[in-house]
């Protein structure tokens, strides 16, 4: 007679830690190896910026192992090697630019880095269960919408290198978009999951696509005018992009009909055609992507085209951490990061740190397809196809696959709204990622602890 029993799965915290540990190590290693490169010394202050960036990853370490003990034990290690790598690039810019300690981006971009880590620990207290969030589904799209017009606002709307997508408040700049870009995830699985059987209904079929019904068409057409829109008035080519990718995605998703793909798509040229007609800096964008050298692109901006010959000098190993000049190429400490870490590290390393992100949203998905409701679902696939979907605008950009877009790297750009809202991200998908690998209570067991309080609530 063969029993069945079950197996409580372990949590993987002690896998994690190990992986934390070795992560917090190469980003270690990377800095003195930049110390040594550029000065033959030892970096200043390596044992308290090596053990307070240890402090901070394992502080949040304990977090997980006491609020989401079943998280996905690899996704905090790969984002803690990302941007403490991210870390050793942008001060390795500092000291190309002659910029001291105090007054260098890298220092900024830590406390950055350490507030991000402690926004994040407050999520996870905070979201006990991913499901409140779809309680707020169109709270979370009007705040949505209304971050993404904000920089538009005349007193607090500020515009920088030709697109208005940041607010100014004093000394202080912050990129709402970036936080716009979760609010509009959730509001999506949110609305996905009430809707998604009306826009799987089958319409006409045509050129073997079974098309959705017209009356259905409201939603996508929606958000490809506001697209558009974004487009328009605040010359953020990415934002636009990655606003309607992310919409397109998680609507396929939802409805698994490969006709809302072949839609987006049709939309997606037609709009970008629309735009190359009618705005000048969208022609100047294509001209830097097909004719980078150019006397015509290289009059108008060198900057990808110093990217593309720092990746070139880099060649298959790289230069060396500290042997390159990535401080030719403008603003190679966030929207050139890419290519700063081709000329130093070579190809293969930066397929490694390629590879690194393909990991972080496989596992995204992952938790996307373990986890039993539909939101749940939806909320996790549409946040790990936003990264990958960034990752792709960003590398695409600086290696002329597409236009320049002017997003920047995940976890490893200099920018404290980016850290932020990226660093928000993990700590959702934790969270849902805990509720995924939870073990689900035994049927005997739960209807025992039933009856048992029923036996309690009975007793005078």
Not at 183 to 207: K, M, P
Not at 285 to 294: I, K
Request: charge should be positive; glycine fraction near 12%; charged fraction near 15%.
């Amino acid at each position: 007679m063969s029993i069945i029993s079950s197996v409580a799965p372990r949590s993987g915290r002690t896998t994690e830690l190990i992986l934390l540990l070795g992560a917090v190590g190469i980003v270690g290693l990377a800095y003195v190896n930049l110390g040594l490169a550029t000065s033959g010394t030892l970096p200043p202050g390596l044992v308290a910026v090596g053990v307070g960036y240890l402090a901070v990853s394992l502080a949040f370490h304990v977090v997980l192992r006491w609020k989401a003990k079943y998280a996905d034990p690899l996704i905090l290690p790969i984002v803690t090697l990302l941007n403490g790598l991210g870390l050793v690039m942008i001060h390795r810019v500092d000291i190309a630019r002659g910029r001291e300690i105090a007054d260098g981006v890298a220092l900024r971009q830590l406390m950055w880095s350490a507030l991000a880590v402690a926004i994040a620990t407050a999520v996870l207290f905070a979201l006990r269960d991913h499901r409140l969030l779809r309680r707020y589904t169109w709270i979370a799209g009007v705040a949505g919408f209304a971050l993404l017009l904000l920089p538009l606002m005349p007193i607090i709307g500020n515009s920088e290198y030709g697109s208005r997508i940041w607010i100014r408040l004093g000394p202080l700049s912050f990129q709402p978009g970036e936080v716009a870009k979760l609010l509009l995830a959730a509001f999506f699985a949110g609305y996905l999951v009430q809707t998604r059987d009306a826009l799987s209904l089958a319409g006409r079929r045509i050129l073997g696509l079974t098309l959705p019904r017209a009356r259905d068409l409201g939603p996508i057409l929606i958000a490809w005018l506001a697209s558009l829109s974004v487009l328009v008035f605040e010359r953020d080519l990415g934002s636009s992009l990655l606003f309607f990718g992310l919409f397109v995605a998680m609507l396929y998703v939802a409805t698994e009909r490969v006709s809302w793909i072949a839609i987006g798509m049709g939309l997606f040229v037609a709009g970008a055609y629309l735009a190359y007609l009618t705005f000048g800096h969208v022609q100047t964008r294509v001209l830097l992507w097909l004719h980078t050298f150019s006397p015509e692109a290289l009059q108008t901006s060198d900057q990808l085209a110093k990217g593309l010959m720092g990746m070139a000098a880099g060649g298959m190993i790289g230069t060396g951490i500290g042997r390159g000049r990535p401080d030719l190429t403008y603003l190679a400490e966030s929207d050139f990061i890419v290519p700063s870490f081709g000329e130093e590290l070579g190809m293969i390393g930066l397929f490694a740190i390629l590879a690194l992100y393909a990991l972080l949203v496989e596992r995204g998905l992952r938790t996307s397809l373990g986890t039993r409701d539909g939101f749940g679902k939806l909320l996790a696939a549409g946040l790990s196809f936003s990264m990958a979907l960034q990752c792709f605008v960003v590398v695409g950009g600086v290696t002329r696959v597409i236009p320049l877009t002017g997003l920047t790297m995940p976890f490893m750009s200099a920018g404290g709204s980016s850290l932020l809202a990226n660093w928000t991200l993990v700590a959702i998908l934790l969270r849902i990622s805990d509720h995924a690998r939870r073990p689900v209570p035994d049927a005997q067991e739960t209807s025992a602890v039933g009856a048992a309080h029923t036996q309690v609530v009975r007793l005078p």
